[in-house]
């Protein structure tokens, strides 16, 4: 079992809806949570970075993490061509630190 | 721009040859993390360098693969007598701090752009 879960998609939206992207993780120990986004043949960049349960917002971003059910979600809002790209999840715990656990990442399609 | 550098952006070796894989982190980091990403697959987590340390080589396979950060110059990942299974894309991330600095929160991690190693 993968410690990591997530949809490879494609996931196809129309330009202005709203994208939602989740993750579900096996170890209770993971206590930070982070999302990159990744354009073709680039590095990740880091999107969003949450520490324990809660809600997050940056601008058109947000995420939510429930560690009660092991679940990460982002949301993207009012979705424009430029957000087509992969979308990385990924975890991290006092277990094994600096040793990120990535899902396998969602390719997002938003069309105009 | 003072983000992660990464050289060369890509590298083709012919099997049984050595691969240098080069990563400078961001100014004024002094963490370093090698992951490698195979086609449709997510990163994989090698190793977690500090200068002239080792802190995690966990992900690292057992033979062929190594990894040094001198205190001056960049961090290496090398890799020796390379077989096709290396091609891949290779990515370095830094931080600032130690992840188990502040109580428990982790400073991010940044990427660098990667280099693809191909191996004929």
């Known amino acids: 079992q993968k410690e990591v879960e997530q949809d490879p998609g494609p996931l196809s939206v129309p330009e202005g809806a709203i994208v939602s992207l989740n993750c579900t993780y096996s170890?209770?120990?993971?206590?930070?949570f982070m999302w990159y986004r990744q354009y073709s043949r680039k590095g990740p960049e880091l999107l969003m970075y949450t520490y324990s349960s809660g809600n997050k917002e940056d601008g058109r971003f947000t995420a939510q993490v429930d560690k009660s059910s092991k679940y990460i979600s982002l949301f993207i809002r009012d979705s424009q061509p430029s957000d087509s790209a992969t979308y990385l999840c990924?975890?991290?715990?006092?277990?094994?630190?600096?040793?990120?656990?990535f899902g396998a990442g969602t390719q997002v399609v938003v069309t105009p | 721009n003072a983000g992660v550098m990464q050289n060369p952006r890509h590298l083709v070796r012919r099997r049984g040859q050595e691969a240098r894989l080069r990563c400078s982190p961001m100014?004024?980091?002094?963490?370093v993390y090698w992951y490698r990403q195979l086609p449709e697959e997510g990163l994989k987590f090698m190793v977690y360098l500090q200068k002239e340390n080792i802190i995690d080589e966990s992900g690292m396979p057992k033979e062929r693969f190594s990894a040094e950060f001198p205190k001056e110059g960049p961090s290496i990942l090398r890799i020796q007598q390379v077989v096709r299974g290396d091609s891949a894309a290779y990515f370095c991330?830094?931080?600032?701090?130690?992840?188990?600095?502040?109580?428990?929160?982790?400073?991010?991690?940044?990427f660098g752009p990667g280099t693809r190693l191909t191996v004929l």
């Open positions: 990924a975890v991290g715990g006092t277990d094994s630190w600096g040793k990120l656990q």
């Open positions: 170890n209770s120990a993971f206590q930070y």
């Open positions: 100014k004024g980091h002094s963490h």
């Open positions: 991330a830094s931080s600032s701090y130690p992840p188990y600095l502040a109580g428990g929160r982790s400073d991010t991690q940044y």
